[in-house]
């Protein structure tokens, strides 16, 4: 399966961001979530956080262990979960937190603008190197704010993204860092398409960060 979650309050997993448009006709199930809080928030950033997480874990194992019981024979190996921004943030929790059953079910994560710091700080540690050592990860980031926004969010990014690389250099586990060149806080539907060819195992073509 592919599983998708969204940036911003996540919606209510009742579309698919991306389908099989993206992920291709054949052999995958792909799959919106809705993003979980313990404590909705009083402001309207409702950023995804590290004390989110058992309320994240558990809603996930009990939506998708339905899923897994109605089509047993989904496999790990060529099942992938990420996400988009605060949805991208999600996944870096469920990482950092080394969350057993979605490192049990999937293999392929892959986390587009967000998230970066949390999966930093899970690769870091050498007690997490088995999961890292099976798993393939992607990260991929725009290379320019959006239209009036003057952050420089983007440049947090390329840093966290190349201190991952190093270290799954060092540690020999796979990861593909892409820069969305030209391109902010968003998901262009060029782009789109290259994550649909890395979650089938395509071959990409060498768009890494330089």
């Known amino acids: 399966i592919c599983v998708f979650v969204n940036g911003g309050n996540g919606g209510l997993g009742d579309r698919l961001p991306l389908d099989r448009s993206t992920i291709g006709t054949n052999d995958f199930i792909c799959v919106n979530l809705p993003l979980f809080k313990h404590i909705l928030p009083d402001t309207n950033s409702g950023l995804v956080t590290m004390d989110d997480y058992d309320t994240l874990s558990h809603a996930y194992q009990v939506m998708l262990q339905k899923l897994f019981d109605t089509v047993p024979n989904i496999t790990p190996e060529r099942s992938a979960f990420g ?34 710091g949390s999966f930093a700080a899970s690769a870091a540690t050498s007690e997490v190197l088995p999961e890292l050592k099976r798993s393939r990860f992607l990260l991929m980031y725009g290379d320019h704010p959006l239209p009036g926004d003057d952050s420089n969010g983007w440049m947090m990014h390329d840093y966290l993204a190349r201190a991952c690389s190093l270290n799954a250099k060092l540690n020999h586990y796979n990861l593909t860092a892409i820069v969305m060149h030209g391109y902010g806080h968003e998901l262009p539907s060029e782009y789109k398409a290259l994550l649909g060819n890395w979650v089938r195992g395509e071959k990409l073509p060498n768009l890494e960060m330089k």
């Open 83 to 116: 996400g988009f921004s605060n949805g991208a943030h999600t996944l870096g929790v469920l990482l950092a937190r080394r969350d057993k059953f979605i490192l049990e079910h999937f293999q392929s994560f892959y986390l587009v603008e967000g998230g970066f």
